[in-house]
């Protein structure tokens, strides 16, 4: 995925969002075309300097994949209400963010996802959004608790992601599993007869993945951090080594290499997407990011895609849902401009239809999902089972957790205790949340 350094971060303006955008259909306002391009950034030989903000009316940060949906957003505001507006593509948004707009020289709306909203509120760095309860009706209930920090809220989402099950027709035909069983074994037949390598890849590697691993973990009886009765997240509360995740752990022991070999540290983030959509794997656990590789090596009519079902007997497999969003800059220069863009320039079908087709991400507004569900199935599914997935923590914590519980979930599947493996996760995660 291609970066924009640092120090290049550019005010994109009409003639740069038509030379990126090639299906041409957006046409950039008037008012906004000279101001941005004239805002454009430092040399290039200033590759380490921060990013510098655009001198529009208003300011938006993003990163440069999103850059091109922003922009066609952004300039239709601008010509309804007769401003000038500049997106900027920032590498490392989230760090950059912190910086400027302590230092007073960032953006007035940030694109991002979800989960930063911690640590953005934690400097500062956020404003809570000013949206009628009428207006958070129409977006999806579990995308509206990620952008949903103590109890208030900070985010406006346009788009969510989650894990799904795909599964090879030509390999366990055209079928929906009604258990993570189910699916597991109608892959372990096509593995006996010789017709594929995997019966269900779920990444592992040498280093684990926590963040693939986690619709097994709930559904055999653990959880990550307890919830207030508000829904927040507590830090305080780690379940890990509590009964069900120490139960859970030893579930996915009996998954692993010595066990039924299901789950294998062969299968990492690098094959488990290639694997799949080469006819190698019978089912797959990944996301929306893998639809176009998967389609191009099976067709597209070639795989089901169905949310993770739970273990038999089991509780619901549930696993982490992400949401990108807009959030107005606490120190920015013109905060009326940035509620209000989010309010009545974003908060609208028009704008999450183009966001949702230039973007590339299931939407997070109800009413443009239930619009989609015909053309695009898939992306029906991913969101369905964002639905009912349970949001990435955003709060600070969540950065303490991926290591430890990425190695714990790799011994065990190599063999490991699974009770001292997970005893021992949860030990250097909570030393961790209490030195940070």
């Given at each position: ?8 971060a550019v005010a994109v303006g009409a003639s740069l969002l038509l030379a990126a955008c090639s299906s041409g259909t957006t046409t950039p306002a008037e008012s906004s075309t000279d101001s941005a391009t004239d805002s454009a950034s430092p040399s290039e030989s200033a590759t380490d300097a921060a990013p510098v903000r655009g ?182 509360d780690l379940g890990l080594d509590s009964a069900g995740g120490l139960a859970a752990a030893a579930k996915i022991g009996s998954l692993g290499e010595k066990g039924s070999n299901v789950l294998r540290r062969s299968i990492s983030g690098d094959n488990n997407i290639s ?162």
């Amino acid at each position: 995925m291609r970066r924009i350094p640092r120090g290049l971060a550019v005010a994109v303006g009409a003639s740069l969002l038509l030379a990126a955008c090639s299906s041409g259909t957006t046409t950039p306002a008037e008012s906004s075309t000279d101001s941005a391009t004239d805002s454009a950034s430092p040399s290039e030989s200033a590759t380490d300097a921060a990013p510098v903000r655009g001198n529009e009316d208003l300011v938006i940060w993003t990163d440069d994949t999103h850059l091109a949906a922003m922009q066609a957003v952004a300039d239709t505001y601008a010509k309804a209400n007769n401003i000038t507006v500049g997106v900027q593509a920032v590498t490392d948004t989230r760090a950059a963010f912190i910086t400027a707009n302590q230092a007073g020289n960032g953006p007035d709306v940030l694109v991002g996802a979800h989960d930063w909203i911690g640590q953005l509120v934690q400097n500062g760095a956020i404003d809570p959004l000013q949206l009628s309860p009428d207006q958070v009706k129409a977006y999806s209930p579990t995308a509206v608790r990620a952008v949903t920090y103590d109890s208030q809220l900070y985010g406006l989402p346009y788009g969510v992601e989650s894990l799904a099950l795909f599964c090879n027709k030509s390999v366990v035909g055209d079928t929906k599993f009604a258990t993570l069983d189910d699916a597991i074994a109608a892959g372990q037949k096509a593995l006996d007869a010789g017709t594929v390598e995997s019966a269900l890849n779920v990444p592992v590697g040498e280093n684990g993945d926590a963040y693939h691993m986690e619709p097994l973990f709930t559904s055999a009886g653990g959880y990550l951090f307890g919830k207030d009765a508000d829904g927040n997240y507590n830090p305080d509360d780690l379940g890990l080594d509590s009964a069900g995740g120490l139960a859970a752990a030893a579930k996915i022991g009996s998954l692993g290499e010595k066990g039924s070999n299901v789950l294998r540290r062969s299968i990492s983030g690098d094959n488990n997407i290639s694997l799949f959509a080469e006819g190698k794997a019978a089912c797959m656990i990944s996301g929306p990011w893998a639809l176009n590789d998967v389609r191009a090596g099976l067709g597209d009519d070639g795989y089901t895609l169905q949310p993770i079902p739970g273990f038999a007997g089991m509780g619901p497999a549930q696993p982490f849902m992400g949401a990108q969003a807009f959030y107005v800059a606490s120190n920015g220069k013109n905060k009326a401009f940035a509620q209000d863009f989010i309010a009545n320039g974003v908060n609208t079908v028009d704008s999450m239809t183009t966001l949702y087709k230039m973007a590339n991400l299931p939407p997070a507004m109800t009413a443009v999902r239930d619009s989609i569900a015909q053309d695009n199935p898939d992306f029906a599914v991913i969101a369905a089972a964002a639905e009912s997935a349970d949001p990435m923590p955003a709060i600070p914590a969540m950065a303490e957790v991926w290591q430890p519980l990425g190695v714990a979930y790799a011994d065990i599947v190599s063999g490991a205790d699974p009770t001292k493996s997970m005893q021992d996760a949860a030990n250097a995660i909570r030393t961790a949340i209490a030195g940070s």
